[in-house]
């Protein structure tokens, strides 16, 4: 069995559980009372919150402990919103944030503020010119990942926080991809991340703002880290995340370069190993553990059943893996292929053999996914001017694969009018063409759902 | 070592460290994945919420896990509060409520909606008829606490449910004190809770919300927990929290009678063993671990430290206990003593050994606090019509030591007139009166603070 999917949880770390298990016995009570117990919480808390702060870089007195990341993100936001009330409502977010900083938001536009989503290039990724441009007089409060959660590229935090620092707008990094790894460069503001990201224990969320960041927290108050973090801390798992990014840091340096080398051989070997595939995200920019590529006429969720049968925990930005049942919104904003997404996200530690078997397993399971849905093999060609496919009704990758089924039908010249009602289409037709280098027309309304039209040119 | 301080945080239960440790090595991956892991997490999740869900009385998907309890009543009140506005933004509370509840009531007129607090009786309970008479056309919401948490006394919340039920007002109870005892009586159509509280871990809450009742969950979207609590699950503490619940509950019976005889017995014997002693909370409604009293003449926080240098670690309403320097607002509004109070919580298996040394070490620590302070012993009496003590710039228990010393001088129907700026004096000295028997006139502002005007009587 491996499990490749650290980037939505990594197991716990062996020193996260030898501090929690520690810190039950002294760890449980109030922080707050004067006696005996409640002394020991209290120095176990305080211990903590130094370490972590100095893991960050930050001061002790800068750094709260929330519930969980996604947490640290919505009251950083709305506390640093309603901190710079006075300066504005606007807000800018990048295209390929965590759900997180998205839903923050899209509850600060509900409530009347405006929000300007920064586009990222085709490899995920942001430029500090484009921040620049989205400031406004009222801007109030900027927000970026350090690194992207679903293709690992990193972003350029530092540039970043230039920028905003020169027009005086605070930035706010969400950390959760690199905090293990190593602190977040630049002159940020405020900073979010999340334990169980780095191998300490689920519950555990940071939030550090800077001295001197307006900040104002909102809804009810509470007497507990800095009003910052509703109700009682929950100290063992705090000790057990400290101690545990204290420990990934140790080895960050070695372990990066050894991830690296296993995540550049998948991006190398799929390509080759697999046909008609998409590697996506920066390939210099990227933390050394994340990995994702794209299969044509691959359905995800088929193909991550298959992986985990033969015992590999993967994830998918395939819309057919969410329950929404659109693309994920990063491969969307990337304008890369979204069908047979698969994200390869290798846990510290894990061993070069794991990586071996699955690029041993992955060529057979594509290509039995392909098999069942009916992929294109090279067809006799019949050299119609314009073919028409009616999807209509069908899902994420069926259109793609039909497409591609008749596209040896048209002669150069020829064009192609896919119907399709499925909203994973109007992203993967267009990638479809880029990866073949056929043109995309455009699309336009039908009867029902959309007409795809794709002109081939060689 | 006693620790009698079970209401602030009960140690962990055998059965909760257990299943902690059982469950981190199944429950740390993402439960909305579909690979093994994240199935394992699921179905450990959904087998805690059945088990809990059963233990507080309500159907699973009734139930979401917060971070903790003060985040489950925020998230309570904001979501029924939002759920109703239709119907007025009035919120009803009792005016002993956790603070949790408080602060939720402060937010809420913050944002405009207006609060009635409902006044408890001196025991602390408050009654349905006086709900009855809060409810208003406008009313959204009203808040009850099963138990209170610095007194024990329980509250009647069957009838207030039935009271609200009739004007289809719906009812959040805060079980965070008496759920590890049992299920909440009556047709309550909230419930938010604590684990910590019965000796589950720190870091879960819950929050159970009755299907029917309109609930709109404020501030950024998640997709977790029916979006009542964000950000990733905490599935081995969750997993924990449940068993630990599920444990203490078969024990409750037996535990409650001998629990109830331990605090029986404090109750009877402490106003025996040391003089001027005023045991507060209903004596027959009430918890079975609890018992609070306050000591005439006796500075809490100094009580404290003198119980803790004896090894008994409880906790104090006082004022001089507080970060704020108020006396505990429950105290306040049962309008007893809050001088020198001790609260002891006796967590579930608390020897009585403890409880009998307790009663021995008690009296000595009281007295020894009284002869530091200067505490009256009866005086030589001088007769005079009027005394004025000038108690400027002391604090709790100065002013009514400096009372009671002078107070043999005055012949009955005589007065005494205090000189205070100490918040806590408003409430202790009429609580000396009560606890004398004598004529409490009233107060006047005085050039600096307050007058405070008692009559001899007897």
Redesign the interface.
Known sequence: ?A?F?AA?????HPVA?QA??AS??EG???PA??????RRARLLLDAAREAAAEAVGCRPDELSFT?????AV?TG??GALAGRRRAGRHLIVSAVEH??VL??A??HEAEGGTVTQVAVDRAGRVTAASYAEALRPDTALACLQSANHEVGTEQPVAEVAEVCRAAGVPLLVDAAQSLGWGPVDGDWSLLAA?A?KWGG???V?LLAVRKGVRFSV??????RESGRA????????IVAAAASLRAVRAEAAAEAVRLRELTERIRARVPRLVPDVEVVGDPVHRLPGIVTFSCLYVDG?TL??E??REG????SGSSC?S?TLTPSHVLKAMGVLSEGNVRVSLPPGTPKEDVERFLEVLPGAVAGVREKLGAPAPAAQVLQEEVVVDSLGKRCPIPVIELAKVFGDVPVGGTVRVLSDDEAARLDIPAWCEMRGQEYVGEEPADRGTAYLIRRVS
């Open positions: 069995m499990y999917d939505s949880a990594a197991p716990l559980r929690l298990q039950l016995d449980w009570a109030d009372r004067l006696y005996k117990e409640g519930s969980t990341g996604t947490r919505h936001v709305a759900s997180s839903h923050s899209e509850a999340s169980h224990p689920s519950g969320g909102r809804g009810p108050v509470d007497e509703a109700g009682f801390e929950n100290i063992p798992a969720e991550l059943h992986l985990d590999f925990s993967v994830s893996t329950s």
